[in-house]
């Protein structure tokens, strides 16, 4: 009865940013997956990533587009002006507003949500968002007009009991396109745990088609529960089957802007229990399957934090019911 009901929506879910093999029995469908489903769903959501990212390239330097789009990341350090970014580091080091924290493994993230409201007493941080070529750049990694989730973001590694940090193993965020930015309040030397890229692992190519396909079959029941909701995990030798290099480490300065493809092969680095490193973040997720590259109207902007928030109060209040905590709570 339940397979009747939801058909239609799994169904529809093909063509949206839905990756669970383990939740949506037609996405993790064995079958239809040797068949070549997950595999057009990734050649067409790339077909369409790229398209609108061209479209929304324009104004981006030459050495920026190369970058991003042969080796999957862009590195801009001393993006600032050193007294902009004295000052903006300033302003969100005191800066005091909600913050949710996840715990994974031993590590806990904290973010503050960068919704209009918070901007407005943060005109440092505004002032970054409001550089035009900044800008552009988050349209065109992100593909689209609609603005990235903006957030303060603290890492604070080996702070907790739990065990491994499952994003220190290297893997791809989800099947299509999608854009995560750092730009760095802290200095991060090798013991605070840097980005890890594998450069050009943003790349469809056969070899990455030809792995896709072979987990695709067998996902739903991956050992991995990461992997089975489809957020892939690589081992090291998968890299050489794959003719990808090693990671690359991103030690960086503070007021660097790394601003990646998280399709490409990425993890958190290792780090030295108890360190933290306190960036502005974002991330853009958008539906790989429309053309359509939105329209930019600040109200879309301001709309998408209301939908957040109340996602996260409505995950909240069910937690609760069950005396547990969420996971992104209060603290
Ligand atoms: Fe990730």
Request: include cysteine.
């Amino acid at each position: 009865m339940k397979a009747l009901l939801y058909t239609p929506i799994w169904f529809l879910q093909l063509f949206t940013t839905a990756k669970s093999f383990r939740d949506n029995p037609i996405l993790g469908n064995a079958t239809l997956n040797r068949w070549g489903l997950h595999l057009t769903r990734l050649k067409v959501a790339h077909a369409i990533m790229r398209l609108r990212r061209r479209l929304l390239s324009s104004g981006i330097s030459a050495e920026d587009w190369q970058s991003f789009e042969t080796q999957g990341y862009i590195l801009k350090e001393n993006f600032l002006p050193a007294e902009h970014f004295i000052a903006l580091e300033a302003e969100i080091r005191a800066y005091r507003g909600e913050v949710r924290e996840c715990q994974q493994g031993d590590t806990q993230n904290h973010h503050t949500l960068l919704e209009p409201a918070t901007l407005q007493q943060l005109p440092q941080t505004m002032a970054l968002f409001k550089i035009d070529y900044f800008k552009r750049l988050m349209r065109y990694t992100g593909g689209h007009l609609r603005q990235p989730f903006l957030y303060i973001e603290q890492v604070r590694n080996g702070v907790a009991a739990g065990g491994k940090d499952p994003q220190k193993n290297l893997h791809s965020d989800t099947f299509h396109p999608t854009m995560k930015f750092w730009f760095f309040l802290d200095d991060v030397p090798l013991e605070k745990g840097p980005f890890n890229y594998v450069p050009s692992s943003n790349q469809l190519t056969p070899e990455r088609l030809a792995w896709e396909h072979k987990t695709s079959q067998y996902a739903c029941k991956h050992a991995d529960s990461y992997a089975a909701r489809g957020s892939f995990r690589f081992e090291t030798n998968d890299l050489a089957q794959l003719k990808l290099p090693a990671p690359k480490t991103f030690v960086v300065k503070k007021n660097s802007l790394l601003m990646a493809d998280t399709f490409g092969i990425h993890a958190r680095g290792q780090a030295e229990a108890g360190s933290t490193r306190l960036a502005i973040w974002g991330m853009s997720r958008t539906n790989p399957f429309n053309l359509f590259p939105g329209t930019g109207f600040a109200f879309v902007d301001a709309a998408q934090y209301k939908i957040v928030k109340a996602l996260r109060d409505w995950e909240d209040y069910k937690a609760a019911k069950h005396g547990r905590k969420s996971a992104w709570h209060k603290i």
